[in-house]
């Protein structure tokens, strides 16, 4: 598509719940990367995926947190019994292999835990 | 491992004035370095990126940025700056070989313009 596509925009959900983020790339970027941030806050990495590559994990807070991208194409990230510290905005970006282009960002989805 | 410093949570300048958002970045290699700009709930969006070349930059709505690599300073800076150039701002860095190019960014700056 012509830009980065998330779903949902928003997604309010009880504590103890699970849910799923959606993000879908600019078609031909094989990198495609998670971050999270809270209010006043700066991004926070999460998860990043490089084409067939295994993803490198290293920013996922907890084992709440998983992620998956199917076909190198669109991603889901899910995080298991939700916690009021889980609310905040999700990003999602992608990009080239060499991110010479730099990364183009969704709209993100902004998760409140209640 | 790399970092991204913005020392200012605020920058204020009126209409008018050239402002000046500041980054420091520290990384093992050479960098590759942007700048993003976020209103109100939207994502970020691209202005201007270093890669190799020049070192005097020029992005997207009248902004620009030098790479000083003795001082590994990209601070943003436009010569006039607008009220609806008032936003978030993030400086961002990445590893331009030997790495994942996973980007680091800084904790962001809020630019207010007043008129």
């Known amino acids: 598509g012509a830009g980065v596509s998330q779903s949902p925009s928003n997604k309010v959900t009880e504590k103890g719940k699970d849910v799923e983020l959606r993000c879908d790339p600019i078609s031909g970027h094989t990198a495609l990367y998670w971050y999270r941030q809270s209010l006043g806050q700066g991004l926070e990495f999460l998860i990043y995926?490089?084409?067939?590559?295994?993803?490198?994990k290293s920013g996922l807070p907890s084992d709440r947190f998983s992620a998956e991208r199917t076909g190198g194409s669109v991603s889901t990230l899910t995080i298991q019994r939700t916690q009021q510290e889980d609310s905040a905005v999700y990003l999602c970006a992608s990009s080239s292999p060499d991110s010479r282009g730099g990364y183009t960002f969704g709209s993100g989805t902004r998760l409140t835990v209640v | 491992a790399q970092s991204v410093a913005q020392p200012e949570d605020q920058v204020n300048v009126a209409e008018g004035n050239p402002l000046t958002v500041k980054c420091t970045y520290s990384v093992s290699g050479n960098p590759y370095l942007f700048w993003y700009v976020q209103y109100p709930n939207r994502g970020l969006q691209f202005l201007l990126k270093?890669?190799?070349?020049?070192?005097l930059v020029k992005g997207s709505y009248g902004f620009e940025a030098e790479f000083n690599k003795s001082q590994t300073s990209f601070h943003l800076k436009k010569p006039s700056a607008l009220v609806s150039d008032s936003a978030l701002y993030f400086c961002a860095v990445s590893l331009a070989s030997g790495g994942s190019y996973i980007p680091t960014f800084g904790r962001g700056t809020s630019l207010i313009v007043h008129p």
């Open positions: 995926f490089q084409g067939n590559s295994a993803p490198d």
């Open positions: 270093y890669i190799t070349g020049d070192n």
